[in-house]
């Protein structure tokens, strides 16, 4: 099985609102990934967790809060957000950073008004 | 840090045809992938090549690390190829992916 997870598949939220967006994996992989991805653009790494630590945040905005409760979980926290953070997210997850053949959700696509 | 470039950024195909997509890297990488992004955002995984060469059907792909490029080959093209083609590498040491500019390729019936 090499599907990764993600819902909801669509949100939209108000600049007041907050919202979590879910990620999943049963691959057993050690590595999980998030990326936002405006359109026309290629995505753009946000956050990297490695054995379900933190280990790289790409200076992203204190609004986006990452959190790995497990090594099968990934949630990304939103609060606040502005319009201009209206994008696809993408989730991934890979063996490990070394080893990073990574797969892909289906992605959240994120209308924020 | 890193640049990544893919040439060339459109191609229109007529299907059946033969196509090559080119990645190239400004430095050294741990790991390199090929993925097709769908028209529905999904983001395929077609290779796992950091060094190499590799086939899968009517796709092949090769990598020259030490040349800092690689290369998409598609033959015998058909309209469900069409989409965005994006090459992505993470530079050695730094466990980071970054995307390549991608190729927006389109297959005509």
């Known amino acids: 099985d090499t599907e990764v997870t993600q819902t909801p598949k669509h949100l939209v939220m108000g600049m007041t609102n907050k919202k979590s967006l879910k990620c999943e994996q049963h691959m057993g992989h050690r590595a999980m990934y998030w990326y936002k991805q405006k359109a026309k653009k290629p995505p753009e790494l946000m956050f990297v967790?490695?054995?379900?630590?933190?280990?790289i945040n790409e200076s992203v905005p204190s609004r986006f809060s990452p959190e790995c409760p497990n090594s099968s979980l990934l949630n990304l926290h939103l609060h606040a957000l502005q319009p201009e953070d209206s994008a696809l997210y993408l989730c991934a997850s890979s063996p490990g950073v070394e080893w990073a053949e990574q797969y892909f959700g289906p992605g959240t696509r994120l209308t924020v008004t | 840090g890193i640049q990544v470039e893919q040439s060339p950024p459109d191609l229109i195909l007529q299907e059946g045809a033969n196509s090559t997509l080119r990645c190239n890297f400004s430095?050294?990488?741990?790991?390199l992938q090929w993925f097709h992004q769908n028209p529905w955002g999904q983001l395929i995984n077609l290779f796992y090549?950091?060094?190499g060469t590799k086939q899968n059907g009517r796709l092949s792909a090769t990598t020259v690390a030490t040349e800092r490029y690689s290369l998409l080959y598609i033959s015998s093209s058909q309209t469900t190829d069409s989409g965005v083609y994006f090459c992505a590498v993470d530079a050695s040491g730094t466990y980071k992916y970054i995307f390549g500019t991608g190729t927006r390729l389109k297959v005509l019936a």
């Open positions: 090549i950091p060094s």
């Open positions: 967790y490695s054995y379900e630590k933190l280990s």
């Open positions: 430095d050294s990488v741990n790991n």
